[in-house]
């Protein structure tokens, strides 16, 4: 059941984003141009998602169990360190470049377009990369730890 319901949950969320034009990468560039012609349009998208997710996030957490019975997962994490820092500038920079991000770049490939596959397949090797170089960095990490030893011991 959890599989149908996630499914169902992506379904609509996909359908949001192509209703409210956020898988339009001109629409996107308009709002994000505040010096030049914006378009204001997709704040009221922003903030009435926001609105939603703060309610959902509020009852879910009070409740602490889905409503299938099973373990609410929510995130935990609040430190704002580099790597978060890093992120959102990679991440904000992609997307006042192309007009995409993640979401709304899936979405779109319903519709197509050459380049919406290209940035999804940028946006996948950019993602399997960083998965390489994460894996790469602990495992040096670890070994590593592994060949110190504590002070006082041979």
Same mark, same amino acid.
């Given at each position: %059941?959890?599989?149908? =319901? ?14 409210? /034009? %956020?898988t339009?990468? +001109? ?9 030049? #012609? ?6 009221? !998208?922003m !903030?009435? +998602? ?13 409740? &602490? ?6 373990? @609410? #997962?929510?995130? /935990?994490a ?5 790597? @978060? !820092?890093?992120?959102?500038? =990679?991440?904000? !920079?992609?997307? /006042? ?5 993640? /979401? ?7 519709? &197509?377009?050459?380049?919406?596959? %290209?940035?999804?397949g940028?946006?996948?090797? &950019? %993602? ?5 170089? *994460? ?6 990490? *670890?070994? @590593?730890?592994?060949h110190? =030893?504590?002070? &006082? *011991?041979?």
């Amino acid at each position: %059941m959890p599989l149908v =319901t996630a499914f169902i949950a992506g379904l609509l969320f996909g359908c949001g984003l192509i209703l409210s /034009g %956020m898988t339009n990468p +001109a629409k996107v560039l308009a709002f994000l141009d505040l010096a030049g #012609q914006w378009d204001p349009s997709l704040l009221f !998208v922003m !903030v009435g +998602a926001i609105l939603v997710a703060a309610l959902a996030f509020r009852f879910a957490g009070a409740r &602490g169990r889905t409503l299938f019975g099973t373990t @609410l #997962q929510l995130p /935990g994490a609040s430190l704002i360190d580099r790597r @978060l !820092v890093l992120g959102s500038l =990679t991440f904000g !920079v992609g997307w /006042g470049l192309v007009g995409y991000c993640p /979401g709304p770049a899936l979405a779109a490939l319903a519709v &197509g377009g050459r380049s919406t596959l %290209m940035f999804v397949g940028a946006m996948i090797a &950019g %993602m399997t990369l960083f998965e390489v170089v *994460e894996r790469l960095s602990s495992s040096r990490s *670890e070994r @590593l730890r592994r060949h110190v =030893t504590p002070a &006082g *011991e041979s």
